[in-house]
């Protein structure tokens, strides 16, 4: 008989973060992930009825065009203390919200 590794109830969910942010912490959050993380991808998100760009978009260009609000949001895939990591920047009325996902370790 298989059996789960994992409680009945499935699979432990990643621990989650939020936060609403301002201009100044965006770019202050930018400046971290390049000077101590690894990143491994970065997806811009289209406003509804637009089109989303193809491929991965270098870190500085795509968090310019969320500033500029050219862009509905931002995904930010990077490795971090030995976890991967998914950083979510989504463009709303009062600011930028973040939503910080901890995936599974590195090896």
Known sequence: MNQ???????PP?????EAVLSREEVLALQADLLAH?????????AWPREQTPA???????AVQR???????AVQIRYAYDSHEWTDTLLN???????VRCQHHPVS
């Open 4 to 10: 789960s590794p994992f409680p009945a109830d499935g």
């Open 13 to 17: 969910l990643p621990e989650m973060r």
């Open 37 to 45: 993380t690894q990143i491994q991808g970065v997806l811009c998100k």
């Open 55 to 61: 491929g991965n978009t270098p870190l500085d260009e």
């Open 66 to 72: 969320l500033l500029d609000r050219a862009t509905a």
């Open 92 to 98: 709303t009325p009062v600011g930028v919200r973040l």
